[in-house]
T-cell receptor, first 112, second 118 residues
Framework: SQKIEQNSEALNIQEGKTATLTCNYTNYSPAYLQWYRQDPGRGPVFLLLIRENEKEKRKERLKVTFDTTLKQSLFHITASQPADSATYLCALGGTGGFKTIFGAGTRLFVKA | NAGVTQTPKFQVLKTGQSMTLQCAQDMNHEYMSWYRQDPGMGLRLIHYSVGAGITDQGEVPNGYNVSRSTTEDFPLRLLSAAPSQTSVYFC?????????????????FGPGTRLLVL
């Protein structure tokens, strides 16, 4: 069955460092991959989308890579800030925009 | 724009009771969907709709019904609540064609409804 794995352990880093989160998947050939941010008690918020023919996508301090051979995406937050503390969800999709498969998320804590 | 709104925010039900979770969006989005989120698990799709009058099942549809009579509203009905339906429920919407701000695959989520079934 299709499976998405994100590190279930929380990631703790110091302010100013680069946070790197991993998303691995199996038994799936996604057309695109998304990253969402979720704060406690709130709904997920879209951050970035990268398509299967793209290797890397950047937005301000965020960078996403997508390796379809390794079946892996890396999500980087450079110059991290305490305000970046949240849970980050990885989601894979095919041709239908609403039919996405979400990972369980990785909790990030950035210490001042 | 209010975006995606959900009511109620919290609800406690007894086993066997029925209720409707409300979801509305004011962005004229064609696509709407319902997810549930449980600890340690990703969001799981319950039902979705590609437009008014059209709905289909997602990954975990049992025990839930939906209808889409208007573009704006997409209520989720629990027919006979069970403890296994204790969860946080999210409604989401997206554009069929996308726009300059975000691609069409972007989903806009509501704030969620926390449901406890005793």
């Amino acid at each position: 069955s299709q499976k998405i794995e994100q590190n279930s352990e929380a990631l703790n880093i110091q302010e100013g460092k680069t946070a790197t989160l991993t998303c691995n998947y199996t038994n799936y050939s996604p057309a695109y991959l998304q990253w969402y941010r979720q704060d406690p008690g709130r709904g997920p918020v879209f951050l970035l989308l990268i398509r299967e023919n793209e290797k890397e996508k950047r937005k301000e301090r965020l960078k996403v890579t997508f390796d379809t051979t390794l079946k892996q995406s890396l999500f980087h937050i450079t110059a991290s800030q305490p305000a970046d503390s949240a849970t980050y969800l990885c989601a894979l999709g095919g041709t239908g925009g609403f039919k996405t498969i979400f990972g369980a998320g990785t909790r990030l804590f950035v210490k001042a | 724009n209010a975006g995606v709104t959900q009511t109620p925010k919290f609800q406690v039900l007894k086993t066997g009771q029925s209720m409707t979770l409300q979801c509305a969006q004011d962005m004229n989005h064609e696509y709407m969907s319902w997810y549930r989120q449980d600890p340690g698990m990703g969001l799981r799709l319950i039902h979705y709709s590609v437009g008014a009058g059209i709905t289909d099942q997602g990954e975990v549809p049992n025990g839930y019904n939906v209808s889409r009579s208007t573009t704006e509203d997409f209520p989720l009905r629990l027919l006979s609540a069970a403890p296994s339906q204790t969860s946080v429920y999210f409604c989401a919407s997206s554009l069929r064609l996308g726009g300059p701000v975000a691609p069409k695959e972007t989903q806009y989520f509501g704030p969620g409804t926390r449901l406890l079934v005793l």
